[in-house]
């Protein structure tokens, strides 16, 4: 079948290859056709090493398609199920599942260490125990979670990762109170979509900051009061707030410096949501005092901050409403074969998500 590798981290291009076979299936397992997958810049940060991935590896964790095959012990799917994958499933029995913080379930990165493909020259992994940038996938049966019809590929492939981590950010973790003021740092799908949650929240005042114009354009369509670059927070924050701060500040680049100046530019007392990955090597740093004396509430949100399963119903149920737009946030439906010229459009920050067609 036809997948995209990274053959080395550091390479910024993936060959797209046709040798490549789809291993692992068996009891408990599932193989999944691939119609849709989401293209996240977390699949960048595994590309350039950010974050860890043993290479070569097939990237995407973001997907949508259809079982083809269905492994003993398997209950409650069958060949010719459209599903999502999840990539962070929960087992249900840890003592983090047991105390209902499913997101927190470490069971889905034991599989990241196993191969999940296999090439003539070797074993290939997949990013994140997925790999979903390949024609067919063999996951964990707890992976694959059925959609209903009218739901299409490529929005279940986004509600797989980025629209439940960033309405989940604003809805699940940070909790935005009605009324309240926001900022949203880094406008790309996961940020546009901790955007909505906001506004579905409630929320009077959403600046959404990012240096790409276009991004803040968009974000504008998306219910941001307004948009502003990194260079203009500082004059948003003042004229907005009288210079206390926001609320709630989103921090969804993933990197010490952006999460630095989210820091100070949440009020005191406020709450500052970290959802953005960035690396092991990058150290935020705070003072013991500043931590004391202004009581900001510094919230991690992983996945969206609650139980994944849930948040996807959630997800499906809004969009249906139309109270959330999923079809704007995919600006380009590339084929399998175009992913470099995606890759490079997501780079400069063009891309709020792109769907990739297998």
């Not at 053959?7 to 692992?24: I, P, R, Y």
């Not at 921090?251 to 500052?272: D, H, P, Q």
């Not at 990955?277 to 949100?301: C, V």
């Amino acid at each position: 079948m036809r997948a995209a590798v990274l053959h080395e981290t550091g390479q910024d291009k993936l060959e797209v290859l046709d040798d490549v076979e789809a291993v692992g299936f068996g009891p408990g397992k599932v193989r999944i056709r691939i119609r849709a997958t989401g293209l996240c810049h977390s699949d960048i940060s595994a590309m350039n090493g950010v974050l860890p991935q043993p290479a070569p590896f097939v990237p995407g964790h973001e997907g949508a398609g259809e079982i083809i095959d269905v492994g003993d012990g398997v209950g409650g799917l069958k060949q010719g199920d459209r599903v999502l994958l999840c990539w962070l499933p929960a087992c249900g029995v840890c003592p983090s599942c047991k105390r209902g913080q499913t997101e927190l379930c470490l069971a889905g990165f034991l599989n990241a260490g196993t191969p999940n493909f296999r090439r003539p020259g070797g074993d290939v992994f997949g990013f994140a125990g997925t790999g979903t940038f390949a024609e067919e996938v063999v996951v964990d049966a707890a992976c694959a979670v059925p959609i209903p019809d009218d739901v299409p590929f490529d929005i279940a492939a986004l509600i797989g990762c980025g629209v439940t981590t960033g309405l989940g950010a604003a809805i699940n973790t940070a909790d935005v109170e009605a009324g309240s003021s926001v900022a949203v740092i880094g406008c790309g799908g996961v940020g546009i979509s901790a955007i909505q949650g906001a506004r579905l929240k409630g929320a009077a005042q959403i600046v959404a900051v990012d240096p790409v114009a276009t991004r803040r354009e968009a974000a504008l369509r998306f219910g941001a009061t307004e948009a502003v670059s990194p260079d203009e927070l500082g004059d948003a924050k003042q004229r907005i707030t009288a210079g206390e701060g926001f609320d709630y500040v989103f921090e969804v680049v993933g990197k010490s410096a952006t999460a630095r100046t989210a820091y100070e530019t949440t009020r005191r007392g406020g709450t500052l949501c970290i959802v953005g990955a960035g690396a092991m090597d990058d150290f935020l740093q705070l003072n013991m005092f500043e931590l004391f004396f202004d009581e900001k509430r510094i919230l991690p949100s992983m996945y969206g901050g609650g139980d994944v399963l849930t948040s996807y119903e959630r997800a499906i149920a809004l969009w249906r409403a139309g109270r959330i737009d999923l079809e704007g946030l995919i600006t380009h439906r590339v084929p399998l074969a175009e992913i470099n010229d995606a890759l490079a459009q997501m780079r400069t920050g063009e891309a709020l998500r792109t769907c990739i067609e297998i």
